[in-house]
């Protein structure tokens, strides 16, 4: 009998078939592949069919036959990815600031084609990015992409970094151009930041990923190697970002015990936490002393009390007297 066409390709469209159109809940009929295959323009006979299917069970794909007076069904009862794990990720993605709405909605797609046609809806159900405040740097995955190939082949990069302007509009910052040395990525308070050492100012900035523009690869090595193997980086995220702009200061700070699970959240659990006579507890630690660190302090109201150092303390006195200051014009 002559051979039809299409009979090399035949076993990848049965899989794309599976995997669309069925999953543990649903089965399709070996008559409904063969009509699938026949709109495109592949014959196949029930025998060649099920020798195509069970060739897709000896490669690994966990499919199960359900008999019937019609001949059956075939499920899908296990892939790549469980139902819950793409609902996980498509969440990370659509929360996710440094990812722009149309991206995100590429990628939720993208998703939705790793399980059937019954569960991908199931995933659409969950999605809500219209109205996050989402970024609006549509190069974000080319520029992280310049970024871990810098790092990984031990180069520099130049960049421009934006900023908001008056009019919503994203400018350059200062420096039109600015050439760093790149030694990690963050991801931090939904947000990615750039770790990178400096030479102009001989020490390590972070930059906001979704800020970056026109990052090229440069053919100069990094600088900073030293410097780095001396930062501990889960310390420097935690010292770092959301309390920036400031000096690092060793700290004690006194709160009572049902503040530990808010500290605990703010520092982690590597903390060392002692009691004081009075049942409450001390804590001493590192922090970057600056506007966002006394705005959380401040968060926390009267319960929370720095100890020392007592030039901190003094700051924390002139901080809130500022803010009451301005506040009562």
Same mark, same amino acid.
């Given at each position: 009998?002559?051979?039809?066409?299409?009979?090399?390709?035949?076993?990848?469209?049965?899989?794309?078939?599976?995997?669309?159109?069925?999953?543990?809940?649903?089965?399709?009929?070996?008559?409904?592949?063969?009509?699938?295959?026949?709109?495109?323009?592949?014959?196949?006979?029930?025998?060649?069919?099920?020798?195509?299917?069970?060739? %897709?069970?000896?490669?690994?794909?966990?499919?199960?036959?359900?008999?019937?007076?019609?001949?059956?069904?075939?499920?899908?009862?296990?892939?790549?990815?469980?139902?819950?794990?793409?609902?996980?990720?498509?969440?990370?993605?659509?929360?996710?600031?440094?990812?722009?709405?149309?991206?995100?909605?590429?990628?939720?797609?993208?998703?939705?084609?790793?399980?059937?046609?019954?569960?991908?809806?199931? %995933?659409?159900?969950?999605?809500?990015?219209?109205?996050?405040?989402?970024?609006?740097?549509?190069?974000?995955?080319?520029?992280?992409?310049?970024?871990?190939?810098?790092?990984?082949?031990?180069?520099?990069?130049?960049?421009?970094?934006?900023?908001?302007?008056?009019?919503?509009?994203?400018?350059?910052?200062?420096?039109?151009?600015?050439?760093?040395?790149?030694?990690?990525?963050?991801?931090?308070?939904?947000?990615?930041?750039?770790?990178?050492?400096?030479?102009?100012?001989?020490?390590?900035?972070?930059?906001?990923?979704?800020?970056?523009?026109?990052?090229?690869?440069?053919?100069?090595?990094?600088?900073?190697?030293?410097?780095?193997?001396?930062?501990?980086?889960?310390?420097?995220?935690?010292?770092?970002?959301?309390?920036?702009?400031?000096?690092?200061?060793?700290?004690?700070?006194?709160?009572?015990?049902?503040?530990?699970?808010?500290?605990?959240?703010?520092?982690?659990?590597?903390?060392?936490?002692?009691?004081?006579?009075?049942?409450?507890?001390?804590?001493?630690?590192?922090?970057?002393?600056?506007?966002?660190?006394?705005?959380?302090?401040?968060?926390?109201?009267?319960?929370?009390?720095?100890?020392?150092?007592?030039?901190?303390?003094?700051?924390?006195?002139?901080?809130?007297?500022?803010?009451?200051?301005?506040?009562?014009?």
């Amino acid at each position: 009998m002559a051979k039809t066409s299409g009979q090399k390709t035949k076993i990848i469209h049965i899989l794309n078939f599976l995997e669309k159109y069925m999953d543990e809940n649903h089965s399709i009929t070996t008559s409904f592949l063969q009509e699938k295959l026949a709109e495109l323009g592949i014959t196949a006979d029930r025998k060649t069919m099920y020798s195509d299917i069970a060739c %897709l069970i000896d490669l690994g794909y966990d499919i199960e036959q359900e008999p019937s007076r019609n001949g059956g069904g075939w499920k899908l009862l296990s892939r790549r990815f469980e139902l819950a794990e793409l609902k996980l990720l498509v969440d990370a993605v659509s929360s996710s600031k440094f990812i722009t709405t149309k991206k995100s909605r590429e990628l939720i797609k993208k998703l939705g084609s790793l399980v059937s046609d019954y569960d991908a809806t199931k %995933l659409n159900r969950q999605v809500y990015v219209a109205s996050r405040i989402k970024s609006e740097n549509e190069s974000i995955f080319y520029i992280i992409d310049s970024i871990h190939r810098a790092i990984q082949e031990n180069l520099q990069i130049s960049f421009t970094y934006l900023s908001w302007n008056i009019s919503k509009e994203l400018v350059p910052k200062g420096k039109v151009k600015r050439v760093v040395s790149p030694w990690a990525l963050i991801w931090n308070d939904e947000n990615y930041y750039l770790v990178a050492y400096d030479t102009e100012t001989e020490g390590f900035k972070h930059f906001r990923v979704d800020k970056m523009s026109k990052v090229t690869v440069t053919g100069e090595k990094r600088l900073g190697s030293k410097e780095f193997s001396k930062i501990d980086l889960g310390t420097y995220a935690d010292s770092t970002f959301g309390m920036m702009g400031g000096k690092q200061e060793s700290i004690t700070l006194e709160f009572p015990e049902d503040l530990v699970g808010v500290v605990i959240d703010r520092f982690g659990k590597d903390i060392t936490l002692s009691r004081t006579e009075d049942g409450r507890l001390k804590l001493r630690t590192k922090v970057v002393v600056s506007g966002q660190f006394f705005g959380w302090l401040s968060g926390l109201g009267t319960n929370c009390v720095i100890v020392s150092p007592e030039s901190v303390r003094n700051n924390y006195i002139k901080y809130l007297k500022n803010i009451i200051r301005i506040n009562s014009k």
